[in-house]
T-cell receptor
Framework: GAVVSQHPSRVICKSGTSVKIECRSL??????MFWYRQFPKQSLMLMAT?????????EQGVEKDKFLINHASLTLSTLTVTSAHPEDSSFYIC?????????FGPGTRLLVL | QQQVKQSPQSLIVQKGGISIINCAYE??????FPWYQQFPGKGPALLIA?????SEKKEGRFTISFNKSAKQFSLHIMDSQPGDSATYFC???????????????FGTGTQLKVEL
């Protein structure tokens, strides 16, 4: 089956620093990737849709300048949390779009101290 | 309009029993309804999905029942096993045959625990 990886799986950073999370489709090309955020024991909330070679589409209420998304190739999308604060601590999950389906990565746990 | 309501929030089932999770939606434009299974610290994995032109779909121990007029769909896990203990999310999207690759609206999740 289609495999999506995320790196890192876990990151701890100081408040005010920036953190980059990578999402890769390992065995297929994905022109579209999605970024989700999940708080403990809660559902997945779509943050943005990442399109290869164009600007990401952000959901209402998601700060574009805080969550920078780059989709520079057909197999890689990155999410950069800029000037991270403790309230940004969460589980970030990406998914990559394949024909008729989307496959999720294993998630990245971000803890901002 | 975009919400997908899911119940129950948590569920305890004895090994060998049937687990039933229900979802309801409001947006009649939704035409793709997947169920995902998520283990702690992992991303969701697609279990089974249905489109509104059928009322039931079965894959192994997992069955989706779909009621278009009531705008409801449910997941039935037959012969539930301890290894099925996880969080289950229903979801919905728009796009027909390509719906699975489109923006998903997730339900609130159900924590299932299967006891021995």
């Amino acid at each position: 089956g289609a495999v999506v990886s995320q790196h890192p799986s876990r990151v701890i950073c100081k408040s005010g620093t920036s953190v980059k999370i990578e999402c890769r489709s390992l065995d297929f090309q994905a022109t579209t990737m999605f970024w989700y955020r999940q708080f403990p024991k809660q559902s997945l909330m779509l943050m943005a849709t990442s399109n290869e070679g164009s600007k990401a589409t952000y959901e209402q209420g998601v700060e574009k300048d805080k969550f920078l998304i780059n989709h520079a190739s057909l197999t890689l999308s990155t999410l950069t949390v800029t000037s991270a604060h403790p309230e940004d601590s969460s589980f970030y999950i990406c998914s990559a779009r394949a024909p008729g389906a989307q496959y999720f990565g294993p998630g990245t746990r971000l803890l901002v101290l | 309009q975009q919400q997908v309501k899911q119940s129950p929030q948590s569920l305890i089932v004895q090994k060998g029993g049937i687990s039933i999770i229900n979802c309801a939606y409001e947006n009649t434009a939704f035409d793709y309804f997947p169920w995902y299974q998520q283990f702690p610290g992992k991303g969701p994995a697609l279990l089974i999905a249905i489109r509104p032109d059928v009322s039931e779909k079965k894959e192994g121990r997992f069955t989706i029942s779909f009621n278009k007029s009531a705008k409801q769909f449910s997941l039935h896990i037959m012969d539930s096993q301890p290894g099925d203990s996880a969080t289950y999310f229903c979801a919905a999207s728009i796009g027909g045959l390509t719906g699975g690759g489109n923006k998903l609206t997730f339900g609130t999740g159900t924590q299932l625990k299967v006891e021995l």
